[in-house]
C-alpha cells in the first residue's frame, strides 16, 4: 500500500492527520489477548434497538468492508452479539445498505455502504452528501450531526463501504424524536440561494436514506476521574457529550495531544493500548490506519476532555465488563464500585 492510498480520506476528515503505524509481532498480540480478550459482550437483558423496518441479520452483508474500519475480530464479534443491522433501500440506481450501527447513548456509529446498480452510477458514489431530519415531520437540524471517513481498502469498482459517526445530543437536537439521514449530491454555483433545496440534486440519491437508532444497543461504563469528568466506556470507543454541546464548542480548547491511553482490567492488570500499537500519540481531529499481520485497526480521535465533545474510536471492540478503567496522559478514569 503506498502513501496516496492511506490518504484516501474523505474531506471531511483531515488528510494531514492519516499516519501509518506499525503494529506488534504475532507473539505479543496472543500474550495481550490473555490480558484482555477483545469481544463485544451484550448482557442477555439488553436487547438489541433497531428502528422499524430494520432486520437484524447475523451475518454482516458487507464483511471484508467492515473489518477495515473495526478489524476482522470486531467483525466476529459483531455478527455473534447480532449488530449486523441490514437495512437496505435503492431506488434503480444506487443501493444502500447499513451494515452494522451502534449506540452506547452519547453517539452513534457503524458503517453503511453505496452500491451502484447502473454503469452511470458508480461516478456518483463518493459524491453524495447527507442532512438529519425529525422522521416524524421532515424537519431538518440546521447541521448534518455526522462525520463520515473512507479508506481506501473499503472500495471496489461498484460499491463503497463508509465509517459514520452521529452525536445523539446537543443544544438544538430535540433528542426526544428519532432522526433521519437523507442522501443527496451538492450543487455547486456562485451566488446567494434562499432554499438549500436548489444546491440539492436527488437524480441518483432519490429514497436513499437510513433512521437512526436512539437507545443504547451495547453495554457501557461510566468512568469518572478525581476531579468528576466523566467518561463514557463503550465496546467502540471512550466519550463524553454534554447535552448542550454546539457545533463550535471545540474551537474554544487548544489542540489536545493524547499520548498515552492504558486500559485497566478488573483484575488490575494494565494493558497499554498505544504502545501494543507503535503509536507515540495522538492529536485531536487525527487517524490511524493499519493492516500489517491482518491486524486491522482504524482509529480515530476528535474532540477535546474538557469540551464536552470527546470521542476516541478503538477500531475493534473490547469486552467492556472486563475493563474498571482507562488511564489518558496518566490520568485514571475508573468506574465507581457500588459499596454493599
Not at 161 to 169: A, D, I, L, T
Not at 186 to 214: A, K, V
Amino acid at each position: 500500500m503506498n502513501e496516496q492510498e492511506y490518504m484516501n480520506i474523505t474531506s471531511k476528515i483531515d488528510e494531514k492527520y492519516v499516519v501509518e503505524y506499525k503494529v506488534i509481532e504475532a507473539k505479543r498480540n496472543i500474550t495481550l489477548r490473555k490480558r484482555i480478550r477483545t469481544a463485544i459482550v451484550v448482557a442477555a437483558a439488553l436487547a438489541v434497538m433497531v428502528p422499524v423496518s430494520v432486520i437484524a441479520y447475523s451475518k454482516l452483508t458487507h464483511r471484508d468492508k467492515v473489518s477495515v474500519y473495526y478489524s476482522e475480530e470486531g467483525v466476529r464479534n459483531i455478527e455473534e452479539n447480532m449488530l449486523a443491522n441490514g437495512f437496505t433501500v435503492e431506488n434503480g440506481k444506487i443501493r444502500l445498505t447499513v451494515d452494522t450501527m451502534m449506540c452506547d447513548g452519547n453517539y452513534v456509529e457503524g458503517v453503511y455502504t453505496l452500491t451502484a446498480l447502473t454503469e452511470d452510477a458508480k461516478e456518483h458514489l463518493d459524491t453524495h452528501s447527507y442532512y438529519r431530519s425529525y422522521i416524524d415531520n421532515g424537519d431538518e437540524l440546521w447541521v448534518s450531526f455526522m462525520t463520515e471517513s473512507m479508506l481506501s481498502e473499503a472500495r471496489t469498482e461498484n460499491e463503497i463501504s463508509y465509517s459514520f459517526r452521529c452525536p445523539m445530543r446537543a443544544s438544538i437536537i430535540d433528542d426526544s424524536r428519532s432522526t433521519r439521514i437523507k442522501f443527496f449530491e451538492d450543487i455547486y454555483y456562485n451566488g446567494f440561494y434562499d432554499d438549500p433545496d436548489d444546491l440539492r440534486d436527488y437524480t441518483y440519491y432519490e429514497g436513499i436514506y437510513f433512521d437512526l437508532i436512539s437507545e443504547p444497543n451495547v453495554p457501557t461504563k461510566t468512568l469518572r476521574s478525581e476531579d468528576g469528568t466523566e467518561l463514557t466506556l463503550s465496546p467502540f470507543s471512550l466519550n463524553n457529550l454534554d447535552k448542550y454541546w454546539d457545533i463550535y464548542l471545540n474551537e474554544r480548547y487548544a489542540e489536545e495531544m493524547i499520548e498515552s491511553v492504558v486500559f485497566i482490567t478488573t483484575d488490575g492488570e494494565r494493558y497499554d493500548f498505544f504502545a501494543d500499537l507503535g503509536i507515540s500519540g495522538m492529536f485531536s481531529a487525527s487517524n490511524y490506519f493499519s493492516s500489517e499481520f491482518g491486524k486491522d485497526l482504524y482509529l480515530e480521535l476528535e474532540g477535546h476532555i474538557a469540551s464536552g465533545n470527546f470521542n476516541f474510536r478503538f477500531g475493534t471492540a473490547f469486552d467492556v465488563e472486563n475493563i474498571s478503567g482507562v488511564e489518558i496522559n496518566g490520568v485514571a478514569y475508573m468506574e465507581e464500585k457500588n459499596e454493599e
